[in-house]
């Protein structure tokens, strides 16, 4: 793809898959320390030599190791709307360092070497690394791109986001999960989502004909990339312009509510959705809900569509802290400052998980015996483990049982987590472990 | 302009024109109440109705009544930088709010009609209007697309940040302000700037061989706008990527330091200079230097072009009262909270105002006997008065004899500040004398 259409790249990042950029990944042998934006040198000077600069479309800003530097800077190649916090003071988050975790150690996914948790920041290319415990920052690493007061791309835990003001819609009474879509959105009738229940789009249990096959130049994610663009449309384009209209084109293939497929298109639908039901779009429904409540530290941000539609399947960029509000918000189901934020059902129901028979069809490997539900991944594991998870190894990992929240973000060369939750899910586990002694 | 480049909007907004619009301007009688941007209904819905987007470059969003609303939706429509406040609490600005303002009378130029100030907020299309008295606030307004959390274009008020930016530099001593440009710029040799000095840059008085006769397409102004877009370019576009490139490109007609020419890429220049000199680009020097020691609000952010070169000459959006804070900075002469930010000399300097003979040649019939220095309008007036300004009304306009700092955000259907003066200046005087009389 030496010229991928801009926005292609952020769509591409917001699903599962590695193969898009395999071509561009000539560089993926360069370690966390070698391939730091800081000592790759990227957009410094003034102007930046040429081989240091990162523009759109050329240079292909998604791929490794310029992505290391991208994840931090999307609104300096996109138009963005902003998740705003208000102006009021940030409360900030307690701290009780513990120089302990550093030295914690596990064992990756088939592997038989033990690593310790330090080894893995840079082995998982993180940029930031945040663990709250009891509500208390116990550890705290900032690293290539990204420092305390920065933002990073947030890619496909956006859609966690998405699904979590959906499930509060629900909750509250204003938002029938069991409804079809067509009731609400009646412009999406006769599209495959005009079939499917609102549920089936939030748990991504719907049956949808679109292919993501890179090879084939007129597979639907080249199409919906090109719809999604803001940027202007080329003199002779004919497709759909933006998120909603592209959503009408989707066409079914099998039975709603069989099998887990996940398809970004999904979030943009619960999007819509969203929006119309509320009243407001996505960006300014979190901004209300979770930003200007939870006291953050920062504005977030998400990107638009040429017609200024949030891209609620993966535009969102914000603060590693603000991020670790968010989990432990969910961790405390709902409950912040003395105020409920939304009902506790809310979290319940996430952290329940949802149909595991429907998410084994999808054969994630590295997932065994989970579910997804509500946009949020469910491990099922001994500890009650769920997540937000993004393409390169974003995260919001929540433990109940160690009453934990940790976020990560990174910058990892394949983009597929199943690359590098080997040396994550075990990492994440030990230190719950660790932390559950700690109690 | 059927098909305006995106970005020639923005840059034609930096400049003091209005004709580039006057063909749009059918609108032009609606009133601020019947084009206030709710009424209108811009962009609300999801969609949108056809008639109701603003998008670029099909709906030429900077026309009236659109510009109204994009006025505080820039991001939306192009890449931007941040001007980072950090992330410390914001210290609030202290109230004594006076009731008298609004019925303080003044005559406009050229009328024999009384007005009050009250009338003035709508007959100049005002969306925010803040007044500071002795450093607390006496007076704050929002209208149109602007309240106390949102951000609205301050067009060519950028310059004159920049403009301050590179007085510091030069009192700090890490600028030579009579230095040749090519000692600091060696690409700028063979251009126009090569022959200039700073100051003749900072204060506009280059001999620029720059075109805007927008009836011919080969005007520089085009190529101006096409070089700055963030927008990929087009296949068979060939000419300068890039505020720097584009810099290089132009060509001298006549003495430099004899006669104010208002032209923005004098200040693109002058923001390249300090970026060599700084080590910063404008945005990152603005934020350090000025948006977190004043303990400001709300981020602020700036245009970028295609390489993440901040708009120096026109690319900022902030909040009202952290431009309030801005020229309550400059009215203290660098001191804040117990704090010099910059010497003394710097306002001092600005205050003193520029070369009134040089002026005078440019023939702005709203302001006799003024001049222009380091990016700041100087009206010599019997308080001292001097301003930052930019089109459709923007203006921090600083009275050391009132001890007071107006700021006004507006979205006037005309560009140029000619036509918006005549109910303006006459009231922003009337105010300081109200003001005096209260010290």
């Known amino acids: 793809m030496p010229n991928l259409n801009p926005v292609c790249a952020l769509v591409l990042l917001a699903l599962n898959f590695t193969a898009a950029f395999a071509g561009n990944q000539t560089n993926a042998t360069l370690n966390a320390e070698a391939s730091d934006p800081k000592a790759m040198q990227w957009m410094t000077g003034f102007p ?10 050329q240079s292909n800003y998604f791929s490794f190791p310029k992505l290391r530097w991208t994840v931090c800077h999307i609104r300096e190649l996109l138009p963005t709307t902003r998740v705003s916090r208000g ?28 690593m310790t948790w330090r080894e893995s920041l840079a082995a998982n290319y993180t ?37 979590l003001l959906a499930e509060i819609l629900v909750e509250e009474g204003k938002l029938d999960d069991q409804a079809n879509v067509t009731s609400i959105i009646p412009e999406l009738a006769e599209s495959a989502f005009g079939s ?16 993501e096959n890179y090879a084939d130049p007129n597979a639907d994610i080249w199409q919906y990339s090109a ?24 066409e079914q293939n099998g039975e709603h509510g069989v099998a887990f497929g996940y398809r970004t298109i999904n979030t943009d639908a619960l999007g819509w959705i969203i929006s119309r039901v509320s009243g407001q779009n ?22 638009v569509d040429g017609k200024g539609t949030p891209f609620a399947g993966g535009g969102l960029s914000a603060g590693l802290r603000d991020l670790g509000r968010v ?63 993004g393409v390169h190894g974003q995260t919001i990992y929540i433990d109940p049982t160690a009453n934990m ?7 990892y060369p394949k983009a597929g987590n199943s690359q590098i939750d080997p040396t994550s899910l075990p990492a994440y586990q030990a230190v719950a472990e660790y932390l559950v002694n700690m109690n």
Chains 1, 2 share one sequence.
């Open 227 to 250: 719809a999604a663009s803001p940027l202007p449309k080329p003199a002779d384009y004919s497709g759909p312009d933006g998120y909603f209209e592209y959503l009408q084109t989707v």
């Open 405 to 411: 929240v940790l976020v990560r973000f990174a910058s």
């Open 282 to 303: 996505v960006a300014h429904m979190l901004a209300e809900r979770l930003w200007q409540p939870l006291d953050t530290e920062q504005d977030a941000y998400m990107t």
């Open 127 to 163: 940029d930031g690394l945040l663990i709250l415990h009891n509500g208390r920052i116990v550890y705290e690493h900032y690293s290539g791109c990204l420092d305390e007061t920065g933002k990073h791309a947030a890619m496909s835990m956006t859609k966690s986001l998405t699904g």
């Open 196 to 211: 499917a229940t609102v549920r089936q789009v939030m748990d991504m249990t719907t049956a949808l004909d679109y292919s």
């Open 48 to 57: 930046p030599l040429p081989d240091k600069l990162i523009t759109q479309p």
């Open 327 to 389: 989990g432990h918000l969910m961790l405390n189901k709902g409950r912040y400052d003395g105020h409920q934020l939304f009902p506790e059902a809310v979290a319940d129901n996430i952290q329940a998980g949802g149909d595991k028979e429907a998410f084994a069809k999808a054969g994630y490997t590295t997932l065994p015996g989970g579910s997804y539900r509500s946009m949020w991944w469910n491990f099922h594991n001994a500890h009650g483990s769920y997540a937000a998870r």
């Open 87 to 114: 102006i009021g003071a940030p409360v900030h988050l307690p701290y009780a360092l513990d120089n302990g975790i550093d030295d914690i150690t596990f064992t990756p996914l088939g592997s038989d070497t033990a």
